[in-house]
């Protein structure tokens, strides 16, 4: 089994789901707040006073809560809610969501070092930050 293979079913996979209803099948509840953006509970369940901790950006279908950190695109949140691998958290979302991708053929393979998953973090916070500042350019320049 090679590892493009593995990939495109990922990538199959996160094509066929909306990360909000993902984060919603976890628990999270979301309202819209500007046209890509909903805010609402974190779906790892801490409390969260303003209720607005846990944002989803839907045109990049990634998501990130300021308040525990966690934050990545549709297995990352089922990794960190469901304590699974990425690989579980891929066999999860398919039985879940009823999506028509076999994945008994595959055997898992990938496991992030906690190095990977730091980067990952790392280039999410940021994406979000480029985004936030990227608005704030627009504001000014219009
Ligand atoms: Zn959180």
């Not at 950006?57 to 525990?68: F, W």
């Not at 066999?91 to 028509?100: G, I, P, R, Y």
């Amino acid at each position: 089994m090679s590892n493009k293979i593995q990939g495109d079913i990922f990538k199959e996979v996160k094509s066929n789901l909306n990360i909000i209803d993902v984060a919603t099948r976890l628990g999270s509840h979301l309202n819209q707040q500007k046209r890509n953006t909903l805010v609402g509970t974190c779906p790892t369940g801490h409390p969260s006073k303003s209720k607005k901790s846990f944002e989803v950006n839907t045109s990049l279908q990634l998501c990130h809560c300021y308040n525990c950190k966690m934050g990545g695109d549709v297995f990352t949140i089922v990794e960190e809610v469901k304590k699974l691998s990425k690989w579980e958290s891929l066999k999860w979302l398919v039985k879940e969501f009823n999506l028509k991708i076999d994945t008994t053929k595959l055997q898992p393979s990938y496991k992030p070092t906690p190095e990977e998953i730091l980067e990952k973090n790392t280039l999410i916070n940021r994406s979000f930050l480029l985004e936030k500042n990227s608005r704030y350019w627009k504001r000014s320049v219009i």
